[in-house]
């Protein structure tokens, strides 16, 4: 069993930055590929990025590549969601989650956190 914490959410202005935090508990964190995905009001929960147990590969939803960024720090057991060039349609809850591949944890994960609020004001 996972738990996954996030944190880092807030209101920033259009064309400003923020980094989440998602901090794992429960298991060897390095044995899973990590993502982050999002939830507009009134829209289904999108696919935002992954990056795998190493941090050595990540893939990213086209929307956000370029400025947004995933890295983890497997001594910390923490991943993080660097969020550059903000928009107002990138308002919304973002989740963290694991699963034990690539492309489990981008289909269908096996662990969620809460969720941390973003709201990007234009």
């Known amino acids: 069993q996972v738990r996954l914490v996030e944190s880092g959410g807030g209101l920033v202005q259009a064309g400003g930055s923020l980094r989440l935090s998602c901090i794992a508990s429960?298991?060897?964190?390095?044995?899973?590929?990590m993502g982050w995905f999002r939830q507009a009001p009134g829209k289904e929960r999108e696919f935002v990025g992954v990056?795998?147990?190493?941090?050595?590969?990540?893939y990213y939803t086209d929307s956000v590549k370029g400025r947004f960024t995933i890295s983890r720090d497997n001594a910390k057991n923490t991943v993080f969601l660097q969020m550059n060039s903000l928009k107002p349609e990138d308002t919304a809850v973002y989740y963290c989650?694991?699963?034990?591949?690539?492309?489990?944890?981008?289909?269908?994960?096996?662990?969620w956190g809460q969720g941390t609020q973003v709201t990007v004001s234009s």
């Open positions: 989650a694991a699963a034990g591949s690539l492309v489990t944890t981008r289909r269908a994960p096996d662990y």
């Open positions: 990056i795998n147990w190493s941090g050595g590969s990540t």
């Open positions: 429960g298991s060897t964190f390095s044995n899973y590929a």
